[in-house]
């Protein structure tokens, strides 16, 4: 079992309000990710980063903006929210291993409804 | 369009039975293949992965089948149970970046019935 945990695991909240997706991880881990997944459909990388102070916009825009402080802690911040970034937003840290290359751990994930 | 294809969109089956999950790719260059389980609400959970050179991986009562020439995989599950519902995703990792690159399938969405 992966230690990877995100807070809240929901989150109903509306239009125009600040939110801070809380995601931790006790691995040690230098590589973490931020997805986003809605009903039916794939997982999209939204925000990535190698280490402390590293961090990258994925392949969805997203307006959302992360830090990253401290090895084991990756939030994620929208600063207005809007209905259109009502989804599951599922955050993964991983390290290389040589016989399964970058396993990925996936935490529970937060869904996110704006209304 | 995506590079991962699964089939069936949905399956359901009856407890016990057995049931095959396809995914189609057009990655390349591949470095290996994951099959990861997600229940309702939780985040994706690893169940095989394999590389080019792998035909075959099992977990249990999961087996995973991967033919690198046509780009195709399956995942068997055998005698299934009722934990088995959730949705199963097809992952294929491409290792041509520092970061590497996952590309997700839609998932098959797997409902056991008693």
């Known amino acids: 079992e992966a230690d990877i945990y995100q807070t809240p695991r929901y989150l109903v909240i509306g239009t125009g309000k600040k939110i801070t997706l809380e995601c931790s991880q006790t691995m040690g881990h230098d590589k973490m990710y931020w997805y986003q997944q809605d009903p039916g459909m794939e997982l999209h990388l939204i925000h990535y980063?190698?280490?402390?102070?590293?961090?990258e916009k994925g392949d969805l825009s997203s307006e959302s903006t992360v830090s990253r402080i401290r090895t084991e802690h990756f939030p994620l911040t929208l600063e207005s929210a809007r209905p259109s970034h009502t989804s599951q937003y599922l955050c993964?840290?991983?390290?290389?291993?040589?016989?399964?290359?970058?396993?990925?751990?996936f935490g529970p994930g937060t869904r996110l409804t704006v209304t | 369009k995506n590079q991962v294809e699964q089939s069936p969109q949905s399956l359901i089956i009856l407890e016990g039975k057995n049931c095959t999950l396809q995914c189609n790719y057009t990655v390349s260059p591949f470095s290996n293949l994951r099959w990861y389980k997600q229940d309702t609400g939780r985040g994706p959970v690893s169940l095989t992965i394999m590389t080019f050179s792998e035909n075959t991986k099992s977990n249990g009562r999961y087996t995973a089948t991967l033919d690198a020439d046509t780009k195709q995989s399956s995942l068997h599950i055998t005698a299934s149970q009722l934990s088995d519902s959730a949705s199963y995703i097809c992952?294929?990792?491409?290792?041509?970046?520092?970061?590497?690159?996952?590309?997700f399938g839609r998932g098959t969405q797997l409902t056991v019935w008693p």
């Open positions: 980063s190698y280490g402390v102070n590293s961090t």
């Open positions: 992952v294929v990792f491409d290792r041509g970046s520092t970061l590497g690159r996952l590309y």
């Open positions: 993964a840290s991983s390290e290389y291993r040589r016989d399964t290359d970058y396993e990925q751990y």
